[in-house]
């Protein structure tokens, strides 16, 4: 298949990409700049894309857009949230529109954001969205996504759980130091994927033909306690240091805190399983190793 994919050069569009072109698919790059710019080929902000990058496509997945845990969030920055998934994709959506020979699906990047806080309420993809910044931001980008299904285009939207090994890199120093320990009370269901099987999922929903919602997260039950528990594991430290909920918000800003560190999601790969999926790392136990050794 010929498979276009904006945001390709990011850690996970890297990833997949090296996996499709191993299978022997051929990826089209989407890359972000200006349109003097003669190796970029999209500007969503400036709702530009170059003529035909899109021709003979079989599947366009769009993965870009501005990190949610890397900075603080300014009202600026979450209009930059918004702008950089919900622009993009209207943007693809509307290209599409024009062509007369269509992709014939759309696959996007969304998130478990959608749910809210749920406490420990089972949520698979049936469960309705959730309030706060997060929910309304994934609901309107995968609205934006699923207006293509007018044009005859399956859409799936995988929605990723905090993935691993984009978080690890920051949580090593401090808990190699002897300073990790769980967020507020701990007791948060903390949904969470593996890269590889991330990837992995990724390729199940453009290669096959699965549409709609997919929870893109590991099959195992984990609390915020399970995790800093078998992270210290992982690395031979106690963790002894907990961080309670208000630092949390004085670091990351309260409404960051609320939403991503102290948030719990039970969120359930239903769909997954009933495809048949096998996850590599099912667990933590067995997923941190792997993850720890690729940082």
């Given at each position: 298949m010929r498979i276009a994919i904006t945001g390709s050069s990011g850690m996970v569009g890297s990833a997949l990409r090296s996996?499709?072109?191993?299978?022997?698919?051929?990826?089209?790059?989407?890359?972000?700049?200006?349109?003097?710019?003669?190796?970029?080929?999209?500007?969503?902000?400036?709702?530009?894309?170059?003529e035909g990058v899109l021709e003979g496509v079989d599947v366009v997945v769009h993965l870009a857009?501005?990190?949610?845990?890397?900075?603080?969030?300014?009202?600026?920055?979450k209009q930059e949230m918004r702008a950089s998934r919900i622009d993009g994709a209207t943007l693809l959506v509307n290209t599409i529109r024009?062509?007369?020979h269509r992709p014939r699906a759309l696959v996007t990047s969304s998130a478990v954001g959608f749910y809210g806080n749920r406490d420990n309420e089972r949520l698979t993809e049936d469960a309705g969205r959730g309030s706060g910044f997060l929910a309304d931001l994934v609901a309107?980008?995968?609205?934006?996504?699923?207006?293509?299904?007018?044009?005859?285009?399956?859409v799936a939207m995988v929605r990723s759980g905090?993935?691993?090994?984009?978080?690890?890199?920051?949580?090593?120093?401090?808990?190699?130091?002897?300073?990790?320990?769980?967020?507020?009370?701990?007791?948060?269901?903390?949904?969470?994927v593996g890269l590889e099987d991330l990837v992995r999922i990724y390729e199940h929903?453009?290669?096959?033909?699965?549409?709609?919602p997919i929870n893109a997260v590991a099959p195992e039950d984990a609390t915020n306690n399970d995790f800093t528990r078998d992270l210290g594991k992982a690395i031979r430290?106690?963790?002894?240091?907990?961080?309670?909920?208000?630092?949390?918000?004085?670091?990351?800003?309260?409404?960051?805190?609320?939403?991503?560190?102290?948030?719990?999601?039970?969120?359930?790969?239903?769909r997954l399983v009933e495809a048949g999926l096998v996850f590599s790392h099912p667990t933590l136990k067995e997923a941190l190793p792997s993850e720890l050794a690729a940082i």
């Amino acid at each position: 298949m010929r498979i276009a994919i904006t945001g390709s050069s990011g850690m996970v569009g890297s990833a997949l990409r090296s996996k499709l072109e191993t299978g022997g698919h051929e990826i089209v790059r989407i890359r972000h700049g200006h349109s003097s710019n003669p190796n970029a080929e999209w500007s969503p902000a400036d709702r530009w894309l170059r003529e035909g990058v899109l021709e003979g496509v079989d599947v366009v997945v769009h993965l870009a857009g501005a990190s949610i845990g890397d900075r603080r969030w300014s009202t600026s920055y979450k209009q930059e949230m918004r702008a950089s998934r919900i622009d993009g994709a209207t943007l693809l959506v509307n290209t599409i529109r024009e062509m007369s020979h269509r992709p014939r699906a759309l696959v996007t990047s969304s998130a478990v954001g959608f749910y809210g806080n749920r406490d420990n309420e089972r949520l698979t993809e049936d469960a309705g969205r959730g309030s706060g910044f997060l929910a309304d931001l994934v609901a309107d980008w995968e609205d934006a996504a699923r207006s293509a299904e007018d044009l005859g285009l399956r859409v799936a939207m995988v929605r990723s759980g905090i993935v691993l090994r984009s978080m690890l890199p920051a949580l090593i120093t401090p808990f190699k130091l002897g300073l990790g320990g769980r967020l507020g009370s701990g007791k948060q269901y903390f949904p969470w994927v593996g890269l590889e099987d991330l990837v992995r999922i990724y390729e199940h929903a453009i290669t096959g033909d699965v549409s709609g919602p997919i929870n893109a997260v590991a099959p195992e039950d984990a609390t915020n306690n399970d995790f800093t528990r078998d992270l210290g594991k992982a690395i031979r430290r106690p963790t002894l240091f907990p961080l309670p909920g208000f630092m949390l918000g004085l670091i990351m800003g309260g409404e960051k805190a609320r939403e991503t560190g102290l948030i719990s999601q039970r969120v359930i790969p239903q769909r997954l399983v009933e495809a048949g999926l096998v996850f590599s790392h099912p667990t933590l136990k067995e997923a941190l190793p792997s993850e720890l050794a690729a940082i």
